[in-house]
T-cell receptor, first 115, second 114 residues
Framework: DGGITQSPKYLFRKEGQNVTLSCEQN?????MYWYRQDPGQGLRLIYY???????QKGDIAEGYSVSREKKESFPLTVTSAQKNPTAFYLC??????????????FGSGTRLTVV | AQSVTQLDSHVSVSEGTPVLLRCNYS??????LFWYVQHPNKGLQLLLK??????LVKGINGFEAEFKKSETSFHLTKPSAHMSDAAEYFC????????????FGKGTMLLVSP
């Protein structure tokens, strides 16, 4: 079955460390996204990518970095510059970045905790 | 610019009673509107979507929503709540055409009591 796989499900990070969250999709979607979810804040867009080797900052990109070397993969690195990284991170994809009736398919998320 | 406001952070209902989750949107262009549901520690699942066709949209699990342009609203309803409906619900807006990412409301937690 096609879908999005995020790993790991739970991740613990020490202060000052960089960590990378994995996101893989086999839906043949061009566009991929990373969102951060905090209680009572909804989802906030970190980065998005329309095609391979191209990505754009979202609303809260500071302290994060991404790459898009393959269509299927869009890993997110949470750097030590991110002041408050503890959150639930969701990866999503859509057929295209162009609007219309293309909803997003979401992964099951990674919960990152700084210890 | 686009934005979406979910008017209630929490809604409590009894099993078997109707559900109403309220959403108002703002969009400079023709909007596409979605409702997603999220169960604890899970990803989001699409419930239904409006994309300029019929204004009354039927989704999965008995949910439906009505697009009212004059009121800029897209409220989610269900005639009879089930315990399994307890989850967080997100109203989402994007443009119908052109490049656009989704803008999420802050979510409404639906609590269902026996």
């Amino acid at each position: 079955d096609g879908g999005i796989t995020q790993s790991p499900k739970y991740l613990f990070r020490k202060e000052g460390q960089n960590v990378t969250l994995s996101c893989e999709q086999n839906l043949n979607h061009d566009a991929m996204y990373w969102y951060r979810q905090d209680p009572g804040q909804g989802l906030r867009l970190i980065y998005y990518s329309q095609i391979v080797n191209d990505f754009q900052k979202g609303d809260i990109a500071e302290g994060y970095s991404v790459s898009r070397e393959k269509k299927e993969s869009f890993p997110l690195t949470v750097t030590s510059a991110q002041k408050n990284p503890t959150a639930f991170y969701l990866c999503a994809s859509s057929l295209t970045l162009v609007g219309g009736d293309y909803g997003y398919t979401f992964g099951s998320g990674t919960r990152l905790t700084v210890v | 610019a686009q934005s979406v406001t979910q008017l209630d952070s929490h809604v409590s209902v009894s099993e078997g009673t109707p559900v109403l989750l309220r959403c108002n949107y703002s969009s400079s262009y023709s909007p596409s509107l979605f409702w997603y549901v999220q169960h604890p520690n899970k990803g989001l699942q699409l419930l239904l979507k409006y994309t300029s066709a019929a204004t009354l949209v039927k989704g999965i699990n008995g949910f439906e929503a009505e697009f009212k342009k004059s009121e800029t609203s897209f409220h989610l309803t269900k005639p009879s709540a089930h315990m399994s409906d307890a989850a967080e619900y997100f109203c989402v807006v994007t443009f119908f055409s052109g490049y656009s990412t989704l803008t999420f409301g802050k979510g409404t937690m639906l609590l269902v009591s026996p």
